[in-house]
């Protein structure tokens, strides 16, 4: 398996994916290329999609049964999964069992992958692989114990610091979370990497989870317009595709949080891609039309189904708008923001923090 020579695609049939993943027992299975047409087919596609996507998520194979009227053997799914698409399988019940990795042009480290797929092409990665796999095997019994009670806890952190997201998330980056750090403690094991790095890992593994959790609610949230917009602002402001000033336009409390990157060679903060609100303590005042277009023509994935207005209704009989000009009876309210008088929408800060 290379990037030439993948073992499945999304134009194998149901039938054909499902005995794979069964028979990939313990190994990585990539299935690629999910991309829809626009014509017919692509009814067939989804379902394709759907069989395999639903079998893993439930851990569970299609039941058959013979012209005898026998049930047949079943073929859970034992493999990794990962899929490749320029699109997301529809349905939010589906995209709950499946972690969704967004991947920008320019965002791969071209130089550093030619690198490893020259150590691969020298069986370097086979040969660490096979390391792993020793190390594991003489801790296996420790490890199958530990790792379900590791999994739970790391669950329960997930679930705190996420309340927006699909019950099955916080389990997925548990698993993930608690398998990093068995390859972590394999690779001090041996020697390669000492505590300092192993405890730098660990801490951007935590981070790039807490990231993805916050990418996955855009997805989950489709059918609620006032739930993908505040899903769909937080993204970009953890991306950097948009930020939040204080009341002057200067660089805010906690300017990370808020899409403000921090140039090194200066020393000091960078707002990042478009402004779409001011934030003084735990009030958000966002400029309700920057905000909604940024949302609307977003190229990361479906826009809003609603108009501006109809999401500033949303949002306010969701109890996300934390108050509303009654003299006027309109949902902006006035506020001077960098020296001039503004109509704002006003929500708690606390509601767009991750």
């Known amino acids: 398996m290379d990037a030439h020579h993948l073992p499945a695609n999304f134009a194998s049939t149901a039938n054909a994916l499902e005995v794979l993943a069964f028979s990939a027992k313990d190994a ?5 290329d999910f991309v829809s047409s626009g014509m017919g087919r692509d009814r067939a596609l989804h379902g394709v999609a759907e069989r395999l996507f639903r079998g893993i998520g439930n851990h ?38 499946m972690l969704i990795v967004e991947i920008e042009l320019g965002e791969v480290n071209v130089a550093a992958l030619s690198k490893l797929q020259e150590a691969g092409r020298h069986g370097q990665l086979a040969a660490a692989m096979s390391a792993y796999l020793r190390w594991m095997a003489s801790r296996y019994d420790r490890l199958q114990e530990h790792l ?20 099955r998330l916080p389990k997925t980056l548990a698993e993930l979370h608690s398998s990093w750090e068995i390859w972590l403690r394999f690779a001090r094991d041996v020697g390669v990497m000492g505590e300092p790095e192993q405890k730098e890992l660990e801490e951007r593994c935590r981070s790039a989870l807490a ?34 000033a204080d009341r002057r336009g200067r660089t805010p409390d906690s300017p990370e949080a808020w899409g403000w990157r921090r140039e090194h060679a200066r020393r000091h903060w960078l707002a990042q891609g478009k402004r779409i609100g001011w ?50 009876k309109m949902l902006l309210i006035r506020r001077t923001l960098e020296g001039r008088p503004r109509e704002v929408l006003h929500v708690r800060a606390s509601d767009f923090l991750s």
């Open 211 to 244: 990231e993805l959790a916050i990418l996955q609610a855009p997805y989950q949230h489709v059918t609620d317009p006032a739930l993908f917009f505040v899903a769909r602002l937080r993204a970009a402001l953890m991306s950097g595709r948009a930020h939040v």
């Open 279 to 328: 934030v003084v303590r735990n009030a958000l005042f966002l400029d309700s039309t920057a905000a909604y277009q940024l949302v609307h023509q977003d190229t990361k994935g479906p826009g809003l189904s609603v108009s501006e207005q109809a999401l500033r209704r949303r949002l306010h009989a969701r109890g996300l708008i934390a108050s509303i000009d009654s003299g006027r």
């Open 60 to 97: 569970q194979g299609r039941g058959r049964m013979n012209g005898n009227h026998q049930m047949g053997g079943f073929l859970p799914p034992r493999a990794l999964v990962l899929a490749t698409g320029e699109e997301v399988p529809d349905g939010r019940s589906l995209r709950a069992r």
């Open 28 to 32: 990585l299975l990539v299935v690629d």
């Open 148 to 167: 379900p009670e590791r999994v739970r806890n790391l669950q329960l952190h997930y679930q705190m610091h996420r309340s927006d997201v699909h019950a």
